[in-house]
């Protein structure tokens, strides 16, 4: 018998123009080819509904993925996030995450849905990239 359970969700939030990939408890008996066809999907996803935000919950993900895997993620699904016109992405981590870099506010869900224009950061690196991770 297969274990049948999920690994991920994808939803849609058409008023906010959003896509959000959720990471649930079956990514424990993940493989790296199941964490590319995953983001294969997320970026189809973001091109079909021309997504301008995109949410990634991380809370439950149990998979630790090889570098290389983690370069493909970005050589490739970060064109097609560009390509349909994302603006925004945010990362939804677990409680405690300890961070190279002091953040000066970590986004939530809530802030991803806001219909607010984004704002360009001033500050340092750090508070770039825990505002926003990767720019698109």
């Known amino acids: 018998m297969m274990d049948s359970t999920a690994m991920y969700s994808i939803s849609y939030h058409k008023p906010e123009k959003l896509v959000r990939l959720t990471w649930l408890a079956g990514t424990a008996g993940m493989t790296d080819q199941d ?43 970060v064109g097609k996030y560009n390509l349909a016109g994302v603006k925004k992405l945010v990362w939804v981590w677990p409680g405690n995450i300890q961070a190279t870099c002091r953040p000066a506010r970590r986004p939530s869900t809530k802030t991803a849905l806001a219909r607010r224009k984004p704002r360009r950061s001033r500050g340092s690196w750090c508070r770039k990239m825990a505002r926003g991770g990767h720019r698109l």
């Open 35 to 77: 964490f590319k066809e995953t983001f294969e999907a997320f970026a189809e996803s973001a091109l079909q509904h021309r997504a301008r935000r995109l949410v990634i919950d991380v809370r439950e993900f149990k998979h630790r993925p090889w570098a290389e895997i983690l370069a493909w993620r970005d050589d490739v699904t």
